[in-house]
């Protein structure tokens, strides 16, 4: 009888370390061979209520989503974009401006980038404003485009890096709803059809992958910076910090709304990180966890 307790009990503990272990591997198990980032830079969520976007209605359909995720203050673009690949708030990565300030160099704190490429994987950067440059930490991407252009031309950029490299890792930013909200007016009809011409760029992209056979081995997440109203961003107030996020790839939940309430600008890098299957060091202080994690 005493015999079988002790057989019963080292049984158990087998059992319970085997769970543990299979738990601890399944949440660094990559999901995917690559991913790609997408920022429609000022895209609010009730924008693509309005906008014809069959790709991007698509891709909602195929991913988990959310329709209230958040911003971060300040509600800028390039606070927001640091906030996006350090995983963590602007207070702590420091950039608090605005603009291309040569003056401040690049980003301090660790970043997805740096992360990835100290486990050899590769990293590319496409950006439509000169104000990324302060995202070039050196010997941490590989590729960097800037294309202040038409989005076509962004695209086409975007499609000959992606099919002749082939990145584990490319963040894309489209300027246009941004560049025409601050002209015009955030949900003008002008800023719908600049919409409409990132959800064909979109499309774009979404085609080159099937013609790669990438789709079953890439994520890809869509997502933004802030939303805006008039002709501003300024305040964090809610149509101003709130943002649509959806992540689509071969581990991801199919049309399933996310109902986590923090969700946000934040959540990206570890996302990224988790699903190329990447422990992140301690040391890098993210302070958010994957927005996927089961």
Not at 26 to 50: C, Q, T
Request: glycine letters at 4%; charged letters at 20%.
């Amino acid at each position: 009888m005493i015999c079988h307790m002790k057989i019963s009990k080292f049984a158990l503990y087998f059992f319970i370390l085997s769970i543990s272990l299979s738990l601890q591997a399944k949440k660094y198990f990559a999901s995917s061979e690559n991913v790609v980032l997408i920022s429609l830079d000022g895209l609010r969520p009730d924008a693509l209520e309005k906008a014809k976007t069959p790709n991007i209605n698509k891709f909602k359909l195929e991913s988990a989503f959310s329709l209230t995720a958040q911003a971060v203050a300040p509600t800028w673009t390039l606070p927001n974009h640091t906030t996006m690949v350090t995983g963590v708030q602007p207070l702590w990565h420091g950039v608090l401006w605005n603009s291309y300030i040569p003056s401040f160099g690049t980003v301090t704190v660790p970043t997805i980038f740096e992360l990835l490429k100290s486990k050899n994987m590769s990293t590319a950067l496409i950006a439509g404003k000169e104000k990324f440059k302060h995202l070039l930490k050196p010997n941490t991407i590989d590729d960097f485009v800037l294309n202040k252009g038409k989005q076509k031309v962004l695209m086409d950029e975007a499609l000959d890096l992606y099919k002749n490299k082939l990145p584990n890792f490319l963040f894309l930013h489209m300027r246009h709803p941004d560049s025409v909200g601050h002209s015009i007016g955030w949900m003008s009809p002008e800023q719908i059809k600049a919409i409409e011409e990132c959800d064909v760029q979109i499309g774009r992209f979404l085609e080159l992958l099937e013609k790669l056979k990438m789709t079953d081995k890439t994520t890809i997440i869509l997502t933004s910076d802030h939303g805006g109203s008039g002709k501003q961003h300024t305040f964090p107030n809610l149509v101003n910090s709130t943002i649509p996020w959806m992540a689509k790839g071969p581990a991801v939940k199919r049309n399933f709304a996310l109902l986590q309430n923090n969700i946000s600008t934040v959540s990206n890098a570890p996302t990224v990180a988790y699903l190329l299957g990447i422990k992140v060091p301690t040391s890098y202080k993210w302070q958010a966890e994957s927005v996927l994690l089961d």
